[in-house]
């Protein structure tokens, strides 16, 4: 079996941690991704930081209150719940996709 990541990126018209932490892992877990462990950081004066180990790989949100938006990145090794995660992300209008 070769091996094969598949990645995705957008950024995000919202920039709160209390809509956002919550919002990204429900939809890594309705996904299917498997939570192998979680870190946050909070910044001074502002800004962001959640990461997601995943069994299948990580992602990764970073928020840029200053410039009203935030970039989220997934890489994956499991090409179906990649799709899954990105089609679920694409029909979510409360994050505000930017791109």
């Known amino acids: 079996m070769e091996a094969q990541m598949f990645n ?5 018209g919202v920039t709160e941690p209390a809509l956002l932490q919550p919002q990204c892992q429900r939809l890594l ?4 991704f498997t ?3 979680f870190t946050e950081h909070y910044f001074t004066p502002y800004g962001y930081t959640a990461l997601w180990l995943l069994a299948e790989s990580h ?3 970073h928020t840029f209150p200053e410039q009203q938006r935030s970039y989220l990145e997934l890489s994956s090794c499991v090409e179906s719940l990649y799709l899954r995660f990105r089609q679920q992300l694409l029909a979510e209008d409360s ?3 930017l791109e």
């Open 59 to 61: 992602a990764a949100l």
């Open 35 to 37: 939570i192998i462990n």
């Open 8 to 12: 995705y990126h957008c950024w995000l």
């Open 29 to 32: 877990c309705s996904s299917g």
């Open 95 to 97: 994050l505000r996709l």
